[in-house]
């Protein structure tokens, strides 16, 4: 008779253990639910990183500046599959000399596909397979400062992702995906990535965030282009710090600041972005 | 360049080695021998078309020869012996070996299969269970033709008794998350029930978790649902719903078993309606009443599965292990026990203390409240979990009465290694289920 009594002690577990705000990154969305995540991001550089991590000066007055917003759009098609889709719409000055700035508008370079959730560790971690294709929403590659490279291309992303384990933090989680992206042109570029999460709530409704990012894309044209989304060869580290804030279950909000401290054949960026997660 | 490569390079393997270790699972080793066994199916659950297999490790932990076998025998849930086999065991010191069983193929149902190690240092005998093709298995329904008349009136006679509800704020208990209230309520015969309401502050309406009770257990107000109302009721005779019947476990079960009109139960199966109706006419405490979830385990399951078979106003149904169900085989299964357990262990006792009081007079009473009977009103969706070595709950049972369930909207949980309970990972996935079905995001 007595294990009659422990079944009331296990679900009250449950609700505690509770998938984190940031649902968005590698964890399922879960079948028949979708998540819209609209941000708005700032990017600026003016000194550079040269191919040997040195930091080269800005000439006075010139300077890389991107305004974006991008949408991302998550559907639970099933518990293990999800659609994924994302439509950045940019606008960038790259001021190539004093009194000479490029101006271009529109649509980048759109992403969509699928994540699958390969493995799920007793619900509490999550490892998951996302494949997507590259589709430049943009007619030339030819304007006045691209907006992307102007090729098709695809990425093939691993994800694990889940709740911290206890030994480290009671609550909190992590996400780290790595990604290998691979553009179909005689210039490339081959393109992988590696990005690390860690959230943690400090409050019922606030929580602090840490992403690192570290690029690295390969190509046959070494060539310097402060264009970051016209660029071929490159690599960068990029911490972010965010903050985030959920008012209602449906609807959170993020802040955040980013510094690239060192990188080859980049700019020195920095800039911040804020981003809503909606699910419904 | 280099720095950033050794640092991909570097968080790479980071995230490999973390994955790995997610994957390990904790392992207590204790013992001169240890035996350790898992189905090749991961729920024990095999088709009729394939042979069943077991993975076995056999390690000898002591530093001398150990020479022996590994028997497994396998036999029905009515303990009838359909197979035995044995291999033979030559350990040295400090060696372990590994062995895939093969069990030929078996026909839908439930067996239990039992591997018994002999060496000279060490005897020991490891249950398991595992099942084939559960979704076939079909029982008898054992409905008294008058059934849905008995319960009809049931219900007419509940509607003849003015609930009076009280709901009393309770600042002693409420944090600033949540809000309890403890709620009183008169019920079938006019009993008092009482039960707890915990609402979320953090909004203005939410779905309900109702949650019905084990057998004679007392529930409390639940305070870890933030996304749910919970509201907790002590049926008549649990909890703080103790006013008439206060019986201890031993004989509740029999409280007027020789009476069909009067036995306990039926008063029990009303106040879980009454608790309904409860529901319903507060949803100016922020309850959502489209979205009410009747949850138990055991006894409590039992209770859910009867409150969503007279009740359409329940949109799903949880439960675990529910007992009682498909009464007449759990009373074959249990003749089997080498040691009387819950429910049959009560209801035996019974019988040897009223002489004449027949297992035909046993079901002229429990036929009405047998939760299989009730299964086929059932047209919510459902998630049901049982664990294989469950013996107060037999998995046939459960799945008898899962398949006699009419909604096809319907998914099972099988636990292989628990007894009369689940595990933690079915209480996660219940709780993505809920999310899955209310579309709560």
């Given at each position: 008779m007595k294990k009659n009594f422990t079944f009331f002690l296990i679900p009250c577990l449950f609700i505690v253990l509770m998938l984190p705000l940031k649902t968005f990154a590698g964890f399922p969305i879960?079948?028949?639910?979708?998540?819209?995540?609209?941000?708005?991001?700032?990017?600026?550089?003016?000194?550079?990183?040269?191919?040997?991590?040195?930091?080269?000066?800005?000439?006075?007055?010139?300077?890389?500046?991107?305004?974006?917003?991008?949408?991302?759009?998550?559907?639970?098609?099933?518990?293990?599959?999800?659609?994924?889709?994302?439509?950045?719409?940019?606008?960038?000055?790259?001021?190539i000399a004093p009194g000479n700035t490029l101006v271009d508008a529109g649509l980048g370079d759109m992403t969509a596909g699928f994540s699958y959730n390969l493995i799920n560790f007793n619900y509490v971690r999550f490892f998951s397979i996302g494949v997507s294709g590259i589709i430049p929403l943009y007619k030339s590659v030819n304007g006045v400062s691209p907006l992307g490279l102007g090729s098709y291309g695809t990425e093939v992303k691993l994800m694990f992702c889940g709740s911290l384990p206890?030994?480290?933090?009671?609550?909190?989680?992590?996400?780290?995906?790595?990604?290998?992206?691979?553009?179909?042109?005689?210039?490339?570029?081959?393109?992988?990535?590696?990005?690390?999460?860690?959230?943690?709530?400090?409050?019922?409704?606030?929580?602090?965030?840490?992403?690192?990012?570290?690029?690295?894309?390969?190509?046959?044209?070494?060539?310097?282009?402060?264009?970051?989304?016209?660029?071929?060869?490159?690599?960068f580290f990029k911490p972010q710090l965010n903050f985030g804030h959920t008012f209602t279950r449906k609807f959170s909000l993020f802040v955040g600041g980013f510094y690239v401290p060192f990188g080859v054949n980049t700019g020195v960026g920095y800039g911040g972005s804020m981003l809503a997660v909606i699910k419904l | 360049m280099k720095r950033i490569s050794y640092l991909l390079a570097f968080l790479f393997f980071t995230l490999a080695s973390s994955l790995r270790l997610a994957a390990q699972e904790a392992t207590e080793e204790t013992g001169d021998v240890v035996l350790k066994t898992a189905p090749q199916n991961k729920n024990a659950i095999f088709k009729s078309t394939e042979e069943v297999r077991y993975k076995i490790q056999v390690s000898n932990k002591t530093n001398s020869l150990q020479r022996g076998k590994l028997s497994y025998l396998v036999t029905t849930d009515e303990g009838k012996r359909v197979f035995l086999d044995s291999v033979k065991l030559n350990l040295k010191g400090k060696a372990s070996k590994d062995l895939v069983l093969t069990i030929p193929k078996k026909a839908t149902g439930f067996y239990r299969i039992n591997f018994m190690v002999n060496l000279p240092d060490y005897d020991d005998t490891v249950r398991r269970?595992?099942?084939?093709?559960?979704?076939?298995?079909?029982?008898?329904?054992?409905?008294?033709?008058?059934?849905?008349?008995?319960?009809?009136?049931?219900?007419?006679?509940?509607?003849?008794?003015?609930?009076?509800?009280?709901?009393?704020?309770?600042?002693?208990?409420s944090t600033p998350d949540k809000k309890v209230y403890s709620v009183e309520m008169h019920s079938y015969d006019n009993l008092i029930i009482r039960g707890w309401l915990v609402v979320p502050t953090d909004g203005s309406k939410f779905p309900v978790h109702y949650r019905v009770p084990g057998y004679v257990v007392t529930l409390k107000p639940n305070m870890d649902n933030d996304d749910f109302i919970a509201f907790d009721l002590n049926v008549r005779g649990n909890g703080n719903s103790q006013d008439v019947i206060n019986i201890g476990t031993d004989n509740y079960s029999v409280i007027n078993i020789e009476n069909k009109d009067k036995y306990i139960y039926r008063g029990v199966y009303m106040d879980c309606i009454r608790g309904l109706d409860f529901l319903y006419s507060h949803a100016n405490l922020g309850i959502d009443t489209s979205k009410i979830f009747v949850e138990g385990g055991s006894q409590g399951g039992s209770l859910a599965l009867v409150t969503a078979a007279l009740d359409k106003r329940v949109k799903l149904l949880t439960m675990q292990v529910p007992l009682y169900a498909d009464i007449h085989d759990g009373q074959a299964i249990s003749a089997s026990y080498n040691q009387q357990v819950f429910p049959f262990k009560v209801f035996r006792k019974y019988q040897s203390l009223h002489p004449g009081f027949s297992w035909d007079k046993f079901y002229a009473t429990f036929d009405y409240y047998d939760p299989q009977n009730f299964a086929p009103m059932v047209k919510c969706p459902v998630l049901m979990g049982i664990g294989l070595l469950d013996q107060f709950c037999p998995p046939r049972c459960s799945m008898a009465l899962y398949n006699h369930i009419s909604s096809t909207n319907k998914e099972y949980v099988c636990v292989p290694n628990s007894t009369?309970?689940?595990?933690?990972?079915?209480?996660?996935?219940?709780?993505l289920w809920l999310r899955e079905k209310f579309r709560i995001p």
């Open positions: 879960g079948k028949y639910r979708n998540v819209v995540v609209p941000t708005f991001s700032y990017y600026h550089q003016k000194d550079r990183f040269d191919d040997k991590d040195n930091v080269i000066k800005g000439t006075p007055g010139t300077g890389f500046t991107s305004y974006a917003a991008n949408l991302y759009v998550g559907y639970g098609l099933s518990r293990r599959l999800d659609f994924i889709a994302t439509i950045p719409y940019l606008y960038q000055q790259n001021t206890k030994d480290i933090a009671e609550k909190g989680y992590f996400n780290t995906e790595f990604a290998y992206r691979k553009y179909y042109s005689s210039q490339g570029p081959d393109q992988i990535s590696l990005t690390t999460s860690v959230g943690y709530p400090v409050t019922k409704h606030n929580q602090v965030s840490l992403d690192i990012l570290l690029y690295r894309s390969f190509s046959s044209n070494k060539a310097y282009n402060s264009n970051i989304f016209a660029a071929h060869d490159y690599s | 269970v595992f099942g084939v093709n559960p979704e076939q298995i079909r029982s008898q329904l054992h409905k008294p033709a008058d059934f849905d008349t008995f319960w009809k009136k049931s219900r007419e006679l509940l509607a003849k008794v003015a609930p009076d509800y009280r709901v009393l704020e309770r600042k002693d208990l009369h309970e689940v595990n933690f990972d079915y209480f996660m996935f219940q709780n």
